[in-house]
């Protein structure tokens, strides 16, 4: 029999409800990374984009496991979402750029967007690929220099650093650089895991170290809490790279804002699905670092804290 075919009204009804949908790749784990994840949400709502309302989320975790990000990347690309947030370290950008060059990327990452080759540029990159360069691994050295001022009968600083981030070799070089100009004696303690944790703290006390600086990669950041209770047990002076930590005790931190760089991922993220070219979106940086210190803490160890360092400092915990 011929005619004319009919939609069905439902079928028309769950076209008008589609919505689009976005891919949450990330280096970490959904309970750990609870609080960045709700700043990312809060930049979609600015955009216009409620989770559950006019927008989906598939989230994809590889839970500090970065060899599983490739298949998790395919696993997205296959599901033909509308974008890619790719999150949590240039690890989970490149594992994205690597399975689509047609689908929208934003990733947040604290290394060197440019020099890791996940852009050509920071301005016209034209590729599908933009985000938040957070610039953590950059401040290292300056990280380094800041921990010596703060402790400055410091001869001997551990660097606490995960042998299978991309950001290890890079960071390591340019601490070990930065450690030699400042005459210092600088051990780097490899970690990837918590049993690992606890190993570099014994060999900490052994080696006798006067102070430890945190890398910035992200399984550091979802131990927070173990590391500054390690550094709180063993009396050891700390650097790290996120304001979390002195909030949790930790001694000093100093870098960008974490929150406020994933809730402009967010943003990114819905002007993207609003018709925006990633291509048209330039690579955002901070701009505003932060040094926030744990006077509290400061005391417990025994530690003066400079006043150029005070006057300097945005955040002081009493």
Not at 125 to 140: C, D, E, K, Q, R
Not at 266 to 287: E, N
Not at 291 to 297: A, F, G, M, P
Request: charged content about 20%.
């Amino acid at each position: 029999m011929g005619g004319t075919a009919v939609a069905c009204p439902r079928a028309v009804g769950a076209q008008q409800r589609a919505v689009p949908v976005v891919g949450y790749l990330s280096t970490r784990s959904v309970g750990e990374a609870a609080y960045i994840t709700a700043a990312f949400r809060q930049g979609l709502k600015e955009s216009g984009f409620v989770e559950g309302q006019n927008v989906a989320i598939e989230f994809r975790w590889a839970d500090l496991q970065y060899d599983r990000l490739p298949a998790l990347a395919a696993d997205l690309v296959q599901r033909r979402v509308a974008v890619i947030a790719a999150v949590g370290g240039i690890h989970s950008g490149l594992a994205a750029k690597a399975a689509t060059s047609t689908i929208p990327i934003v990733f947040v990452s604290a290394g060197d967007p440019v020099s890791f080759g996940l852009v050509p540029s920071l301005t016209r990159h034209g590729t599908n690929v933009t985000g938040i360069s957070m610039i953590t691994v950059a401040l290292a050295p300056k990280r380094l220099e800041l921990l010596r001022e703060l402790v400055p009968r410091a001869a001997a600083i551990a660097m606490l650093a995960n042998p299978t981030s991309p950001y290890f070799e890079p960071e390591t070089r340019e601490v070990l650089d930065a450690a030699r100009t400042l005459g210092l004696q600088l051990h780097v303690l490899k970690a990837n895991t918590e049993r690992d944790l606890d190993a570099a703290f014994s060999m900490l006390v052994r080696q006798r170290v006067d102070a430890l600086l945190v890398s910035g990669d992200p399984f550091f950041d979802s131990q927070r809490e173990k590391l500054v209770a390690l550094t709180a047990q063993r009396a050891i002076p700390a650097m790290y790279q996120w304001r979390e930590f002195p909030l949790l005790g930790g001694l000093v931190s100093y870098g960008s804002n974490i929150t406020g760089q994933y809730r402009e991922a967010g943003i990114y993220t819905g002007r993207i699905l609003k018709g925006q070219k990633p291509a048209d979106l330039p690579i955002l940086q901070p701009t505003k670092l932060e040094l926030v210190i744990n006077l509290k803490t400061a005391k417990a160890l025994g530690l003066t804290i400079p006043q150029s360092l005070m006057i300097r400092a945005d955040e002081v915990i009493q």
